[in-house]
């Protein structure tokens, strides 16, 4: 782990490497009602009142972040609004018990009356800090250099879409969560971190015809990765369902659970409403047999029949119930019986084959080349 006295020479770092670096919004809190900031030689600007402060020495700013105190809701803005960004020269800030690279900025959340903070932070930084919480900071180099060009292409391609991407009024690129990418703090970066970001800084993946595109990770395959079409219904060009080995001895073991016919028909029904705006007619379910090859459920619902992703039904049940998209469906005694390999959603990066890979010796283009076939590296910036 860093020490606070690398603090310096990393900030130096950053600056005389990556100038050219685009800087990514990332959400890092939300619906907030009181939001406390602290550091040394603050600047505060206040976008909503054109209005710029300096302070000197350590300082703790608080802001408060309930408007219907002080105004009624029809006065409150109807879309989220930059209010105030801070900064220090140090490169550092520190919300609560965490220390943030680059500059917090607060927006109001109106539906909400409270706050959303996010953290505005040079690409690599970002990175330093997210290969902790997305991967693991003492793994293999090489491992982590994989998973650094991963994340970044997941949002770099974000950044190139713009903040719209979900919300036409959203002012962030992407969430620090598992919808989009889990980053970290300063605390969070290591040696290993720090060398996997900088050997391969500025690189992300392009599908066959140049074009970027987001690369999807996840923790564990068991045994074959998935297509973005096969759990999400969008293609993404140039990806290919591979099979995996690599991760079958770490990690998550094979999980089963037993469904009962009633629960399972009710959460089929949801699915049908929900994604293809249908519904279970009768009661009598039949399935039909299923394999690890399927990305697909059939099943007879009295006398129709009826197909549903299995992501689909992943999505609804839950991750504890199904832990990954890579599952068989049997019939027994009117239980269903799930049996299934895996954790995550399945697509791109397999984390845990990564390590295994690493560990054999594999570097990270060959890792890369592996779980994106199709794919090319090359240097954004």
Known sequence: MLKTGSCFFLLLFTASAYA????????IAKSLKRVVVEGMDLQKTIHTQHRKQQYSGRKTIAFNCNPSASKSKAQMPKNPLLVASLSSPTGLVSWGKHKYQGELQLLTNPGQESCDLVNLIPMENYITTLLSKEMNGTWP???LKAQAVAARTYAYDRIKKGMGLDNPDKLYHLESSEKDQVS???HDITEKTLKAAKETNGMILVGPS????????????GGKTLRPDQVWGGVEEGYRSVNCTFC??????????QIKGQKL?????QVLKRYYADEI???????MPDSLANSELRMYVGDRLHIIKKSYLRNLAGRELLPSNNFIVSMK???????????GHGVGLCQLGALELAKRGYDYRQILSFYFPRHRLKKAY
Do not use: R
């Not at 140049?210 to 395959?221: L, N, Q, R, T, V």
């Not at 028909?265 to 029904?269: C, E, G, H, L």
């Open 248 to 257: 079958q001895k770490t990690g998550m073991k094979d999980w089963n659970y």
């Open 210 to 221: 140049g074009k970027i595109a987001p690369a999807f990770f996840h923790s564990k395959c």
């Open 184 to 186: 970290g703090t300063f």
């Open 265 to 269: 028909t009710s959460m089929v029904d």
């Open 20 to 27: 050219a670096v685009p800087s990514v919004k990332v959400l």
């Open 281 to 287: 007619q009768g009661s009598e379910v039949k399935l």
């Open 333 to 343: 005694n009117k239980e269903f019986m799930v049996k299934g390999h895996g954790y």
């Open 141 to 143: 180099v090489e491992a």
